[in-house]
């Protein structure tokens, strides 16, 4: 699959390592250029604006904030940009929560070099694309994502959640959203009373289930 027209793309991951792999695949590739990268998803957010890229690709899974709030806040922002999943979890929550946020492509990071770039191809045309590797019941999941409701939590409340989730306590929390403790208090308790849970060990479940943290990261 080609493309003629010039392709910027930013690469967002916690692992420099992988992002200079991906970086050596993609610029293979005379029509793609890589101008910025990113660490993590409050990073990313903050750089998208700045440089316009036509594609992100986006790790899923990252500490402080996950690739999918990341995703959802671009998409919100920057509608234009095509957002490509990038994940090890094959998982029915995280690919519906990547898509549900915006994303146009959700990939395996042991996927083939070659897929990276039929997906980058395949999102400039704006339409989606699922990792050959994923059982493919989970194409229904493009279908439904229009039709499921809005989630209960608002964007700040799911970042309080995720950080909550990895045990980041009220002031650390606070630190890294520029937030009061009071105020992150505040958000926990109406993450709690909306999902009808109240201890930590149910949030952390919650948050997982929900693919905002896989606390294996």
């Not at 690469?11 to 992002?19: E, G, I, T």
């Not at 989606?128 to 590797?133: A, E, G, P, R, V």
């Not at 909550?164 to 606070?174: C, H, L, M, V």
């Amino acid at each position: 699959m080609t493309y003629l027209k010039e392709i910027k793309i930013v690469l967002v991951d916690d692992h420099k390592l992988l992002r200079d792999g991906l970086r050596n695949i993609i610029e293979q590739r005379s029509n793609m250029h890589i101008i910025g990268e990113a660490s993590d998803g409050r990073e990313a957010i903050k750089i998208c604006p700045k440089l316009l890229p036509n594609v992100v690709v986006m790790d899923v899974a990252m500490p402080g904030l996950n690739g999918v709030e990341a995703t959802r806040q671009i998409h919100k922002n920057n509608p234009e940009i095509k957002v490509i999943g990038l994940s090890m979890h094959s998982g029915k929550q995280f690919i519906q929560s990547m898509f549900k946020a915006g994303a146009f492509a959700y990939l395996l990071k042991d996927g083939d070099s070659d897929e990276l770039i039929t997906a980058i191809c395949t999102v400039m045309q704006n339409k989606k694309y699922l990792s050959k590797d994923i059982n493919q019941e989970f194409l229904s999941v493009l279908k439904e994502i229009k039709s499921i409701e809005k989630t209960q939590l608002s964007s700040r409340e799911k970042e309080v959640l995720q950080l909550i989730a990895e045990g980041r306590s009220s002031k650390e929390t606070g630190e890294i959203l520029f937030l009061s403790p009071k105020t992150v208090d505040v958000h926990r308790n109406n993450i709690m009373k909306k999902l009808d849970l109240y201890t930590i060990p149910e949030l952390t479940k919650y948050a997982i289930k929900e693919g905002l943290t896989s606390l294996d990261i």
